[in-house]
């Protein structure tokens, strides 16, 4: 099969799909690699690199005949020009990458309707065996970083405590909200700067992870029991609870001189923590950098992808940041969607194991229909019917806990579903001081 990898095409999209390190894995598998000429430049991944590594680099319009399109954004996560780039394929070629299917549902009907097969990264289950695979964790774990860099770079301060000839410089103080992916690395991006941090999520089982990188864990008098649905997707919580939130959180809010927000809800409007009157109690000069913004955002004041700046203290909205790091962003991106692509192919085809958690989780139109049950729920469609015979749910392929799921915070930063947004907390025996492109 040809598997072609396009220059993205979102406005300000920096990251390409696939790096000439991952070009080998996929040619030793069957594939063949076209690559749209400058597709790599603004990543750092020039053309002759991916000609070095095997790939053949053509014109935009000799793609027309790939079977599989490999891209960051997809229709869906790129609602203007996402259309003009499925021209380019055939009935039955396969598109991987992000679509944004719990925001965009009506983005995945579009595909399905154009006899095209549709993989969503965002969906893909969290089982241990789907870590590698799993995009929202690599695109957070840069965002975290980036979301402490701005914030630094914004404070009238410096983070760390320094005792100097010209007298003691008190530390920065620093208030993650959410103890996922994007918030353990805020978190421990903030200590190597030398911050105090303090941290909150609901789940109570987050604290050793969140003391674990020398943050001190910060406890509200809430009940979040049911803050997550099964799968680990974060659930919409009543107001009640939120007004509740708010009120306890405004304090800790006040003492802080940088808080970072990372909390959504998969294809709902991101719940609001920090509200007008907790901003007004910050000193001026603080920051709040709030990674929910593109959903409508944790902080009442903030806009996406604008610097607002109400009663001295200056909100950011970044809807984007791993494409601002293009060149780590695309390597972890592109060794997630090679070992997905590695996982369905067989001697350089695709083979749909309908019994395989990882593909029917993942797959979100196929043959003109969509087989997906959450997403034909949002669009109202009627349940498909069972399959002959089939008298009960098959089993999963391997039976693993679910343990790397994450709260009521952090979705996918980038999709995006960046990223937003959903990411995934790293398992607990994780060392956060390591690179955090090892794994992936």
């Not at 203007?80 to 055939?90: I, Q, W």
Request: hydrophobic share 40%; glycine share 10%.
């Amino acid at each position: 099969m040809k598997a072609g990898v396009l220059k993205e095409t979102f406005p300000g999209e920096r990251r390409v799909a696939l790096v000439p390190g991952n070009v080998v894995q996929l040619e030793k598998a069957g594939f063949e690699i076209w690559v749209e000429q400058g597709a790599g430049d603004s990543a750092g991944y020039p053309d002759e690199s991916y000609t070095n590594a095997g790939a053949r680099i053509t014109q935009r319009e000799n793609l027309r005949d790939i079977d599989v399109l490999l891209q960051v954004r997809s229709l869906g996560a790129n609602l203007e020009h996402g259309l003009t780039d499925l021209d380019l394929l055939s009935p039955g070629s396969y598109v991987v990458g992000t679509c944004d299917p719990l925001g965009n549902p009506a983005a995945i009907e579009q595909v399905a309707g154009l006899g095209l097969n549709q993989f969503s990264l965002e969906l893909i289950p969290r089982i241990t065996r789907a870590q590698s695979m799993d995009v929202l964790s690599s695109m957070a774990t840069i965002a975290g970083y980036r979301a402490v860099l701005l914030a630094a770079s914004e404070l009238p301060r410096i983070f760390p405590l320094l005792m100097t000839a010209s007298g003691t410089l008190a530390a920065a103080r620093v208030f993650v909200i959410g103890a996922g992916v994007a918030g353990l690395q805020a978190i421990a991006t903030a200590r190597r700067l030398g911050a105090i941090v303090h941290a909150y999520d609901l789940r109570p089982a987050c604290r050793e992870q969140v003391e674990s990188l020398g943050a001190k864990f910060v406890e509200l008098e809430l009940e979040a029991d049911e803050s997550e649905d099964k799968g680990g997707y974060a659930k919409q919580m009543g107001e009640e609870f939120y007004q509740l939130q708010r009120e306890l959180m405004a304090e800790v809010v006040a003492e802080s001189d940088v808080v970072i927000t990372t909390a959504a809800i998969p294809g709902r409007p991101s719940p609001l923590l920090v509200t007008a009157d907790a901003v007004g109690r910050m000193e001026p000069g603080g920051v709040i950098v709030d990674l929910a913004a593109e959903r409508g955002g944790n902080c009442e004041l903030s806009e996406p992808d604008q610097r607002v700046v109400r009663e001295g203290v200056v909100i950011l909205g970044p809807t984007n940041l791993p494409s601002e790091i293009p060149y780590h962003a695309s390597q972890m991106f592109s060794a997630n969607i090679t070992r997905f692509l590695l996982h369905l192919a067989e001697n350089g085809a695709i083979e749909l194991n309908m019994d395989d958690e990882i593909v029917t989780e993942t797959l979100v139109a196929h043959g003109g229909d969509i087989p997906h049950v959450r997403i034909r729920e949002l669009l109202d469609l009627p349940a498909l019917p069972e399959s002959p015979g089939k008298e009960e749910e098959v089993p999963a392929e391997e039976s693993v806990p679910e343990e790397d799921v994450e709260g009521a915070i952090d979705e996918d930063l980038d999709g995006e579903e960046a990223g937003t947004d959903d990411e995934r907390d790293p398992p607990a025996a994780e060392d956060p001081d390591d690179d955090p492109g090892e794994e992936v």
